[in-house]
């Protein structure tokens, strides 16, 4: 049986995550229930356990936050990282595959679409630790098999209301008027649990290297907006200014994982709306 260690199993995603692999017989799951920053419990656990598989997700999300609390951020995001990186180099006896979630953050702004391969540069204080982060992992791949997910904004019904949609959607059923400052926004919204089937495709094929998880679908605020008032009776207005266009690429990732359908932006308003 193929031990997998999972961090972050508190996260939006480590939820998606587990329930999904509780279903694969093949798969042992161990989370991991301490402090990140913990050099001592991380040693533990690892040396204890001899993974197979780890899945690195623990993270302070969203940007606002890691951007208010920079200090708690870099511990957790860089430093809680290093920690596990030094934890696997000092005690696995075996090569150790990896995945480690990352953020669309790690580009910059630009009306491109995004490949693997553009310059890193990071658009947030969370972007910016990110792209650290990565550079870390990649200086330590002696006794590890690297997989990288950039996820692009990802999304979920049961995330908090510090969240851009869940926020919106949350004011708009109110009846609440909301006048968005800037909307000349670009990006692919994804959901949840299409993150979660796509890191087990790439776990279950052992991939490594770098991969941009993005839907295919491309939202423009505007016309989302839009479709809001029109389809849900919301009352958004909004402005124009400086353009943030961060659309990813997934072509790599189709070609490593084949055809996948995702949950396209309408349905997944229908589950937030739900919620609320």
């Known amino acids: 049986m193929t031990k997998i260690g999972l961090t972050g199993s508190t996260g939006i995603l480590g939820n998606s995550l587990i329930k999904l692999i509780s279903l694969n017989k093949k798969y042992q799951l161990n989370n991991y229930k301490k402090n990140i920053i913990s ?130 959607i949350n004011l708009g059923k109110k009846n609440i008027k909301i006048n968005f400052k800037n909307a000349n926004i670009k990006r692919n919204f994804i959901h949840v649990d299409d993150v979660s089937k796509i890191i087990l495709k790439l776990i279950n094929k052992k991939s490594t290297g770098i991969f941009n998880i993005a839907s295919t679908q491309k939202t423009y605020l505007p016309d989302f907006f839009r479709y809001l008032n029109s389809k849900y009776k919301f009352n958004i207005s909004y402005k124009k200014k400086k353009k943030e266009f961060l659309l990813l690429s997934n072509k790599l990732l189709l070609k490593e994982i084949g055809k996948f359908k995702f949950l396209n932006l309408n349905e997944i308003i229908k589950k937030i709306y739900k919620r609320f």
């Open 39 to 168: 050099k001592k419990n991380l040693n533990l656990w690892v040396k204890k356990n001899q993974f197979d598989i780890i899945i690195h997700l623990a993270a302070l999300v969203p940007t606002k936050k890691s951007k208010k609390n920079f200090r708690l951020s870099n511990k957790v995001n860089y430093q809680g990282t290093k920690n596990l990186i030094d934890a696997i180099t000092k005690h696995q006896k075996k090569k150790t595959y990896l995945f480690f979630s990352s953020s669309s953050h790690v580009y910059s702004f630009t009306s491109k679409v995004i490949n693997e391969k553009f310059k890193l540069k990071g658009i947030s204080k969370y972007g910016e630790i990110k792209v650290k982060t990565e550079r870390y992992i990649h200086k330590n791949q002696n006794k590890i098999d690297v997989c990288i997910g950039r996820i692009s904004s990802l999304v979920s019904e049961n995330q908090s209301k510090d969240f851009m949609l869940l926020n919106l």
